[in-house]
């Protein structure tokens, strides 16, 4: 089993910064890919970022350029920058084997932003 530990989010104005940080414990052996996804109310949760192992990175087309995703070790960072009311979501953080995409996640953090 792998646990999930994130921190950051809050509430910011349209045209600010957040950053999401994420800590694995327990079996991290396991661990290829590792990300975020956020689900904004009713809509479905959807990849914002990832990041595998060897460093490569996947992003949704909302966020290129916006947002940022890094990795030390097992733990994953999400840099966000130039934030849109349209990017108020839960962020949940993500780790998998690469095989079973959903296999791990975080409990969750809110982030709004305010226009």
């Known amino acids: 089993q792998v646990r999930l530990v994130e921190s950051g989010g809050g509430l910011v104005q349209a045209g600010g910064s957040l950053r999401l940080s994420c800590a694995a414990s327990?079996?991290?052996?396991?661990?290829?890919?590792m990300g975020w996804y956020r689900q904004a109310p009713g809509k479905q949760r959807e990849l914002v970022a990832t990041?595998?192992?060897?460093?490569i990175t996947n992003y949704a087309d909302s966020v290129k350029g916006r947002f940022t995703i890094s990795r030390d070790k097992d733990t994953v960072n999400l840099q966000m920058n130039s934030l849109k009311p349209e990017d108020t979501a839960v962020y949940y953080c993500n780790a998998n084997d690469g095989i079973r995409p959903y296999l791990y996640w975080g409990q969750g953090t809110q982030v709004t932003v305010s226009s």
């Open positions: 990041i595998s192992r060897g460093g």
């Open positions: 327990g079996s991290i052996f396991s661990i290829n890919v």
